[in-house]
């Protein structure tokens, strides 16, 4: 019943279909193909317009009055956000793993007796700590004073570090 010419035909019958498919499979590629990201020359396929401009939302975030907003900003609130600093700083003049921070407004850096401040702070010794630079210390603390110890990441709301450098006027220096 199963002879070679069966076999021959069955195995020619895959074969065939096998390079139908192949074939159709390379000329649809050829025809539809868009991009894929191999290379150094791809294109993106397509492009969805959010409305916003990246650099427009970052110049407009730099042109903000940081002191207008910290005049505005609600110090109860800056208390709330006071709670990701406390387990390294404290406000009643004592140093914790970090230098203490009441009357650090206005106060000079890298002032405190006694406390070890990394190099680069102690390279701004003759600065103090403005609104605007507690501003962009908390932004991005590693940014700001590259080198520091302070392992934080930041506050990344503008609005947080105002309402936090309101309630840090408050304490007492």
């Known amino acids: ?38 290379g150094d020359h791809h294109e993106q396929a397509y492009v969805i317009d959010t409305g916003g401009d990246d650099g427009a939302a970052a110049e407009a975030e730099e042109e903000v009055d940081f002191v207008a907003m910290v005049a505005e900003a609600d110090a109860g609130k800056g208390e709330k956000v006071w709670g990701k600093c406390k387990a390294c700083h404290k406000l009643d ?47 991005n603390p590693k940014g700001y004073a590259p080198g520091t110890k302070m392992g934080f990441a930041g506050l990344k709301k503008i609005k947080d570090r105002a309402n936090l450098v309101a309630y840090l006027e408050t304490t007492d220096g």
Do not use: Q
Request: net charge negative; aromatic share 12%; glycine share 18%.
């Open 93 to 139: 003049g004592t140093d914790g793993t970090g230098p203490h921070l009441n009357g650090v407004v206005n106060r000079e850096k890298a002032a405190i007796a006694g406390f070890g401040y990394s190099d680069v702070l102690m390279s701004m010794a003759g600065d103090s700590w403005t609104p605007d630079n507690l501003n962009g210390f908390l932004e």
């Open 1 to 38: 019943m199963f002879d070679t010419m069966i076999f021959t035909k069955v195995l020619g019958g895959f074969c065939g279909a096998l390079l139908i498919y192949l074939l159709g499979a390379w000329a649809a590629e050829s025809l539809f193909h868009i991009g894929g990201g191999h």
